[in-house]
């Protein structure tokens, strides 16, 4: 019981004190944008599907597993945004990117399907006297599907694959040794270059690379020091420090570098394969340290060069030969020793053609 106005007024000024001070922190619930949807891997529902949302920095700002209706929902709250303007999410399905995508106005609730196909790789060749592109939309003999002439023939230029604008097809490019420049096209024709950037210093003790480093959808460059074993890679198609740095493997002329998706999570990694012993030594992170998976395949030698492919579309980069002198292509559906779960003869082979892989007509993706 009160025992006068004074008390009254004692208890008022408290009440209204603490509601001045939760006031401000019911106001403060960050901005949200809301998407919800089906989770489809190849038109099939997917139940218990990792579904993570990537900002423009690469931070992770929202997760969820689908239930079993294969149904999903997640909140982007904008205070976990690395910035608030031109925000783009990645969408991913079990690491493997499904959709890019400008986030949509603050407050609103979005139906957004996740409607994954995996992607297959195919075979091609590279004709260095001439410059042109063979390529197979299968891994079977045969004439090429697409044929493109690009850039200055001779040795001074290598080929290059990637996925250059993201849109999930493979196209082509040249890598100009001697001044370490990279003239990439987003689609299989002549013509001018879509992409031009000069990284690294060229000259013969360097090598080209592509691969996806941020899992972001899209292929960009680096290059491998072949003398320190070091790989120098950038997530911009573009000059400047290197955004991954890694030293692998010992080195020096009996090891070649590679790219891949080894675990099928969406972001590609490093490793390296020993020429005389034909063995792949291979990593799920761009780090140093012991490899994640290790397979000899194939006899080894100069005679054969190592291949990288997902060649049954399961998502996962998986390890391969083409034999130089015969033009055979020997392609493994796993990371593990023998038969070879594909063969194609392709090409006439000999020291004029190097070996290609690449999603051509990108309708497996």
């Known amino acids: 019981m009160l025992k006068s106005r004074k008390d009254f007024f004692q208890i008022y000024v408290m009440v ?16 949200v944008t809301s998407y919800w949807g089906y989770v489809t891997i190849d038109v099939v529902p997917q139940s218990n599907a990792l579904i993570t949302v990537i900002d423009s920095s690469g931070n992770t700002v929202a997760s969820a597993i689908s239930n079993s209706n294969a149904q999903y929902s997640v909140d982007v709250y904008w205070d976990k945004l690395s910035t608030q303007t031109d925000v783009s999410l990645t969408f991913k399905v079990n690491g493997m990117t499904a959709i890019i995508r400008t986030i949509d ?9 996740l409607n994954l196909t995996t992607g297959t790789d195919t075979i091609g060749v590279y004709q260095n006297s001439i410059g042109n592109f063979f390529l197979k939309n299968s891994i079977t003999p045969g004439p090429a599907d697409e044929i493109a002439q690009y850039g200055p023939d001779g040795t001074d230029f290598l080929p290059m694959v990637g996925d250059w604008n993201g849109d999930g097809i ?17 689609n299989i024709t002549p013509g001018p270059a879509d992409e031009i950037a000069q990284y690294g210093p060229g000259g013969a003790d360097f090598l080209p690379m592509v691969g996806d480093w941020n899992g972001d959808g899209t292929d960009t460059i680096g290059v491998y020091q072949i003398s320190t074993g070091y790989f120098f890679l950038k997530n911009s198609i573009t000059p400047g420090p290197a955004d991954e740095i890694a030293q692998y493997g010992p080195g020096g002329v009996d090891f070649l570098p590679m790219a891949g998706d080894w675990n099928g999570d969406g972001t590609d990694t490093i490793g390296v394969y020993q020429i005389s ?11 140093p340290g012991p490899a994640d998976e290790i397979a000899q395949y194939g006899p080894g030698g100069a005679d054969f060069l190592p291949m990288v492919g997902d060649w049954n579309g399961d998502g996962t980069d998986t390890i391969g030969v083409y034999w130089k002198s015969t033009g055979n292509f020997f392609l493994k559906n796993s990371i593990t020793p023998g038969p070879a779960d594909e063969i194609a003869q392709y090409g006439p082979g000999g020291a004029d053609f190097l070996p290609m892989v690449g999603d051509w007509d990108g309708e497996n993706k």
């Open 16 to 31: 209204m004190l603490l509601l001045l001070f939760l006031i401000p922190f019911a106001q403060a619930e960050p901005p």
């Open 105 to 113: 106005p603050k407050g609103e609730s979005i139906r957004l399907d």
């Open 170 to 186: 493979d196209t082509i490019g040249v890598y100009w040794k001697s001044t370490g420049n990279f003239f990439l096209k987003n």
């Open 277 to 287: 012993t034909g063995s792949f030594l291979l990593k799920n992170s761009i780090t």
